[in-house]
């Protein structure tokens, strides 16, 4: 069975590359939202031409992106959507509620200090992690049904 996984979320580290090599030689397909900051915040006018209201140029960008966007969480199989330290994800909170009320299988990733604050997220979730090595783990059982050795640098995780 070929799962079709959507990550989402922060976009200033390496954690989707971390999770895509991590399931090297799993059926596996990724999507995700465009990850070039500039050109997620410019499709819109880009595309369908200038504002000079800065409002209406990012309302132009949210809106383009939200095509792209809900497409790749309604096709999903599993959507994983990551809370990182540095920024505020206003969107990647739109996006697990959505991807829960989709009815989809959720795993939210973020660290032990957004516990608190990601309560309501986490309960939606399916399985919280803290690393992109448990997302892979938890691909792996899901089309395999096998758990992960123990491994030191598992346990470090």
């Not at 580290?13 to 030689?25: K, L």
């Not at 009320?101 to 309960?123: C, F, N, R, T, Y």
């Amino acid at each position: 069975m070929t799962l079709k996984v959507y990550l989402s979320g922060e976009i200033h580290t390496d954690w989707r590359e971390q999770i895509t090599a991590g399931a090297a030689g799993l059926d596996v397909v990724f999507h995700s939202a465009v990850t070039d900051h500039d050109a997620s915040d410019d499709c819109g006018v880009a595309i369908l031409g200038g504002e000079p209201n800065k409002y209406w140029h990012d309302h132009k960008g949210a809106m383009v992106n939200a095509i792209r966007t809900r497409k790749g969480l309604e096709d999903a199989d599993i959507v994983v959507v990551r809370f990182g330290d540095k920024y505020k994800q206003w969107n990647a909170a739109f996006d697990a509620g959505y991807a829960a009320a989709l009815g989809k299988s959720l795993i939210v990733m973020h660290g032990p200090d957004h516990q608190h604050a990601l309560k309501e997220v986490d309960a939606a979730a399916l399985a919280v992690t803290e690393t992109p090595g448990q997302v892979v783990d938890l691909l792996r059982y899901v089309l395999t049904g096998e758990l992960p050795r123990l491994r030191a640098d598992h346990a470090a995780e």
